[in-house]
């Protein structure tokens, strides 16, 4: 583990804002520095499901993951490509109302030059239909952090077909505790592991 990731399992606020600081100066790339705060906040989801933490510290570890992606979206604005990629509708499904995975994918998307719809949090089916019927997007992503919602994630991709939709569009499906059996169940056909993998998965879809 980096020490940039040990700082983040150990709620270490300023060390972590201090290391990421230095790094953006060294020029480390944005996805480097997000790839090292994940495997932290990968940390830290264990130790509280471990119940060496509570949910508190879950709450502080996601605010300062908030506060490290704040002070590198100018990384990202700055590298953004300059051709439009396409588009991407991206929701936390109902029943959940965690969004800081979701938020992250969304920020290096736009990184990327995606256009993305961002339908939010506790977003039921319909709606994500509605977006793909609105806006015409090849992907829909969705975010999940609570396993007892991987069934919505099956009613998107149920109500995508039913509305003729789904050939038409590519579902992704991420979340902490999201895998391919999740993936297979849903009936999505991508599975990604973190935000910079659901990002390669966009590009290969729209090459």
């Known amino acids: ?13 300023k060390k972590v804002y201090a290391l990421v600081d230095k790094k953006i100066e060294e020029g480390t790339p944005a996805t480097s520095i997000i790839a090292e705060c994940n495997e932290g906040i990968v940390a830290v989801g264990q130790l509280f499901s471990e119940q060496k933490y509570y949910i508190s510290q879950l709450i502080f570890s996601a605010e300062i993951f908030k506060q490290v992606i704040k002070r590198i979206e100018p990384l990202l604005e700055s ?21 800081i995975g979701k938020n992250l994918v969304i920020t290096l998307l736009r990184g990327a030059g995606f256009e993305v719809i961002d339908l939010g949090v506790d977003v039921p089916a319909e709606k994500f239909v509605e ?19 991987y069934p919505e994630m099956k009613n998107v991709v149920d109500a995508l077909a039913a509305a003729g939709l789904r050939d038409q569009v590519k579902v992704i499906v991420g979340g ?17 592991e973190d935000a910079v993998q659901g990002v390669n998965i966009c590009k290969e879809i729209y090459a």
């Open 131 to 149: 977006a793909a019927k609105d806006t015409g997007a090849r992907v829909v992503g969705m975010s999940a952090l609570l396993n007892f919602t």
């Open 176 to 192: 902490a505790p999201v895998n391919e059996k999740v993936r297979d169940f849903a009936g999505a056909d991508f599975y990604a």
């Open 1 to 13: 583990m980096t020490e940039l990731a040990q700082a983040l399992r150990d709620l270490d606020e």
């Open 79 to 99: 590298t953004a490509a300059q051709d439009h990629r396409g588009k991407v509708i991206i929701g936390t499904v109902k029943g959940d109302i965690h969004d």
